[in-house]
């Protein structure tokens, strides 16, 4: 299993209220041979923004073209809140060899910022 990835992580913050994103709902997905996204994930952030795992235990996954969809216009309609992006987009490249990928949101209704964590 040496250099399979293994983890794919999120951590939302919503910038505007210095706290995290709770409930917000996630998606991974990993484009095929054919172009094609399959969907890995979908969920929500728990009560600290986070998903910790969004790749299927015990199923190997390696290089390749992956993208987690937010989508941010549920969790700004909680918010009472009126956002200009329904959805926030990360597509990224997963290189030979990494095994952990975390991929933070730093979030507010008018604009949003992304970074690779640790």
């Excluded at 910038?15 to 969920?43: C, H, Y």
């Excluded at 700004?76 to 990928?101: A, C, K, N, S, W």
Aim: aromatic share 10%; with cysteine; charged share 25%.
């Amino acid at each position: 299993m040496v250099g399979t990835l293994i983890r794919v992580s999120t951590h939302v913050l919503d910038t505007s209220r210095g706290k995290p994103a709770s409930g917000v709902p996630v998606r991974l997905e990993r484009r095929d041979g054919a172009g094609e996204w399959a969907q890995i994930f979908a969920g929500r952030t728990d009560d600290d923004g986070r998903c910790g795992q969004l790749l299927i235990e015990g199923k190997e996954f390696g290089a390749g073209e992956y993208r987690i969809t937010f989508r941010t216009e549920t969790y700004f309609r909680l918010q009472d809140v009126e956002g200009l992006y329904p959805q926030v987009e990360i597509t990224f490249h997963v290189r030979e060899g990494e095994m952990h990928y975390h991929i933070p949101l730093l979030l507010s209704p008018n604009g949003y910022t992304t970074y690779r964590g640790s």
